[in-house]
């Protein structure tokens, strides 16, 4: 196994093509030239297009207006119903492969910034909104409030924070960029630990960090 894999894209793994098989109406083979244990995150990303929506040229896509249209394509648990000018509204999937969701229905709304957002947020027309400064999470009881980085919004936010959800994947991967290790904290403390779990080749646990 050589020391670096080198991924130019999705097409290609160290210079060597990935073949793509259809095997019927729902199901894409990826046969991978050799093993890259981070392939199947690196095709969470990647956008699958139905090529006769556009006459099988990929140049028709940018400025089509197929995307402003419910009838789009669409993959994960979520179809878009509706599309307005202010709000896009999506409805669970009954078939979808990890069970229906919970959820059934999520409509994400274009709001102003200060004050409206607030006064929206507080008379329930929104069940979530965005928060950047430590002034903003006062106006709030604590646990109304989520954190969800960056990591310069997880440093700027922990010392604000009582409880920490980490999930933990059993692998090690190169990166430039993390989240604090709370185990070499002294003043945070693991409180629970789930079971392994398993998704594609990733195994992985939910944890809870308390504040000592």
Not at 102 to 110: C, D, I, Y
Request: charged content about 30%; proline content about 4%.
């Amino acid at each position: 196994m050589p020391e670096e894999i080198l991924v130019e894209n999705l097409h290609t793994i160290n210079k060597q093509e990935v073949v793509f098989n259809k095997k019927d109406d729902k199901t894409l083979e990826i046969v991978l030239p050799e093993p890259y244990a981070t392939y199947t995150a690196a095709i969470g990303r990647m956008m699958i297009y139905p090529s006769h929506a556009f006459d099988n040229d990929y140049t028709k896509v940018e400025g089509s207006g197929y995307f402003n249209s419910t009838d789009m394509a669409t993959s994960g648990a979520y179809t878009v119903a509706e599309i307005n000018d202010d709000s896009i509204v999506y409805t669970a999937r009954d078939d979808y492969y990890r069970e229906t969701p919970s959820v059934k229905k999520v409509v994400m709304k274009t709001i102003g910034s200060g004050s409206t957002k607030q006064v929206a947020f507080e008379n329930g027309e929104i069940s979530y909104m965005r928060i950047t400064t430590p002034e903003e999470l006062k106006k709030y009881p604590s646990e109304d409030i989520y954190v969800i980085g960056g990591e310069s919004i997880y440093k700027m936010m922990l010392p604000y924070c009582d409880i920490v959800y980490v999930t933990k994947i059993d692998r090690a991967f190169q990166a430039d960029t993390y989240f604090p290790n709370l185990d070499q904290m002294e003043d945070w403390k693991m409180t629970e630990e789930g079971e392994e779990q398993t998704c594609f080749d990733l195994e992985f646990a939910f944890t809870k960090y308390e504040r000592c």
